[in-house]
């Protein structure tokens, strides 16, 4: 029976009350650029998929989204004094790294089926430094499953060192690219050959980031040589 997802009317109120509250402090911190918000689609689900660069990324992207999005998060920010107050009362979802979780894959198909967007890393952790990582394959399962647009972004300026930068009076810039949607093919493949195209459509999410991100954040995806990489696990 597929799960039916819902907001309480505390996670609805938090929403309200810091999403507003945090484009304040980033607007404060310093300049602040969003492009393509043209690209977002007005009404339906959709995953929004972004590069990883700190813990800064997802609430820079929340603060700015039309809407308030549902976030995917590791288990450990959840044992992070400060994070896990954040994400609980947000209405995170978390979970385990590179770990297939029934439960959790089933709810994050009802978010989508609720007609919610969702975001998520495709890297599946943050690499504290500009350059992007590989992409893990379950973000393209994910994307196959639910059948919906993905919208790729790409996020500059989000270093470990921002808040720092920003008390310091340095004024750090943050830029939020958003490109526009875009959907993957499923594959009928199975065993070994399911998992190379779900690898490569994972590649593919990237490039698409990439594109909207300067060469120093490119990082593995500076090209799309990596698409004739083995893929093997």
């Known amino acids: 029976m597929t799960e039916t997802y819902t907001l309480s009317r505390r996670v609805r109120l938090f929403r309200w009350l810091v999403r507003p509250a945090f484009r304040g402090l980033f607007h404060v911190f310093g300049p602040v ?68 979780d029934r439960q959790v894959i089933e709810k994050l198909i009802a978010v989508l089926d609720s007609g919610r967007p969702l975001l998520i890393s ?6 504290h430094a500009p350059g ?24 500059v300026g989000t270093t470990d060192d921002y808040l720092q930068r920003a008390l310091h009076g340095k004024r750090p810039r943050l830029e939020m690219h958003i490109g526009a949607p875009f959907r993957l093919d499923s594959t009928h493949d199975s065993g070994l050959a399911r998992r190379i195209v779900r690898q490569r459509n994972a590649d593919r999410i990237m490039l698409n980031i990439a594109a909207l991100l300067p060469p120093d954040y490119q990082g593995v995806y500076a090209d799309d040589s990596i698409l004739t990489a083995e893929t093997g696990q």
């Open 33 to 100: 650029r969003v492009t393509g918000v043209e690209h977002v689609p007005r009404k339906g689900a959709y995953l929004i998929v972004m590069n990883h660069i700190s813990m800064y990324d997802p609430p820079f992207i929340t603060a700015f989204w039309p809407v308030a999005p549902e976030g995917v998060g590791a288990v450990d920010i959840w044992q992070r004094k400060g994070q896990s107050t954040l994400v609980r009362y947000y209405g995170g979802i978390a979970i385990h790294r590179g770990e297939y």
């Open 122 to 127: 495709p890297e599946g952790r943050r690499s």
């Open 132 to 155: 992007m990582l590989r992409a893990q394959p379950g973000v393209a399962f994910l994307a196959e499953k639910a059948g919906v647009p993905i919208v790729p972004v790409g996020i």
